[in-house]
């Protein structure tokens, strides 16, 4: 894996922070909004975003978690179970694609459209009513590189208008997106050890939220009987979403996300309770609520 580094001020870098895809993702503007002196490390995939985080290449990362017009990015919840790292913090970012093209390709001589699964079933009606052929990229910056790269002039892809502007490419059409209030979130991670520094540059306010990854005994009721413990303790869960564990068929691990703090006594207290009824838990992280 080959990270690439870019510095956004010239000697008033403080962090290093990875993100996945290349530079003019939505992810790095999600990562220059939540942290402004950093310096920005592509990662091409999820997964190395998450390796470089726990193998300490870098200080934290930043993840898309889940979209207002997709849901879920699963491949990440899966990754946070497996990488011993934790979340400090949520970023939103409102998601407007371009379509974005070589100098010289007019939007007639368009046939396919490159880009991340995620943003081409953003665009989908779009792609559909002009008969566009979607053609799936590991990134959406990474399609515009691709675009320039192989010098294609039949050819298209969605990404960012940063995306547009770093590669030197020629914007077809704005705002493509189906849903005009298309939004995603994302985590911020880090090792344990980089808490204290991460949280002290990114500030605290507000009210907090706690994620969390549980699994259940292969038993009726399981589930009701956990989340009765949330409802008994009046933690207001804002997600709750499964996982297969890929160990065993028709088994699953679940992602919770709620209101509240580990810092609050009855919080902890509460999940106490809920640990002795599940056959492992995780706490992802514990952060501050974002301003969508």
């Given amino acids: 894996m ?11 870098a403080r962090i290093r922070a990875a993100f996945p895809g290349e530079h003019g993702a939505y992810s790095e503007l999600a990562l220059k909004k939540a942290i402004k002196r950093a310096e920005t490390v592509a990662c091409p995939h999820f997964a190395d975003t998450f390796a470089a985080v726990a193998k300490g290449r870098v200080d934290c990362g930043l993840v898309p978690v889940e979209n207002s017009t997709e849901g879920s990015v699963n491949q990440v919840y899966d990754l946070l179970l497996q990488h011993e ?3 400090l913090a949520e970023v939103f970012v409102n998601i407007h694609h371009m379509l974005i093209a ?8 368009v046939k396919r459209v490159y880009s991340h699964p995620q943003a081409l079933a953003q665009c989908r009606e779009y792609l559909a009513s002009r008969g566009l052929e979607a053609v799936q990229s590991y990134n959406t910056a990474g399609a515009v590189k691709t ?7 039949d050819s298209a892809a969605i990404a960012s208008e940063e ?20 939004c995603t979130r994302f985590l911020i ?16 306010n507000g009210k907090y939220k706690t994620s969390l990854v549980f699994g259940l005994p292969h038993a009726p009721g399981a589930l009701h009987t956990v989340l009765a413990e949330f409802a008994k303790s ?14 065993k068929p028709w088994e699953y691990v679940f992602h919770v996300d709620f209101e509240g703090s580990t810092s609050d006594p009855a919080i902890g207290k509460m999940l106490e ?9 995780k706490v992802v992280g514990c952060y501050s609520v974002a301003s969508e």
Avoid at 2 to 12: D, N, P
Avoid at 102 to 109: K, L, V
Avoid at 235 to 245: E, G, H, K, M, V
């Fill in 102 to 109: 070589n100098p010289g390709t007019t939007i007639e001589d």
């Fill in 85 to 87: 790292v934790i979340a």
């Fill in 234 to 247: 009046g933690a207001n869960l804002t997600r709750i979403d499964s996982r297969p564990t890929k160990e």
């Fill in 163 to 182: 995306a547009a502007e770093i590669y030197g490419m020629k914007i077809l059409a704005r705002k493509i997106e189906d849903k005009t209030d298309n």
């Fill in 189 to 204: 991670i880090a090792k344990q050890e980089m808490e204290g520094r991460i949280r002290e540059m990114l500030g605290r």
């Fill in 2 to 12: 080959t990270l690439q580094y870019r510095h956004e001020k010239q000697g008033t």
């Fill in 147 to 153: 675009l320039k790269e192989k010098k294609l002039l």
């Fill in 273 to 281: 309770r809920v640990q002795e009824k599940t056959a492992f838990l």
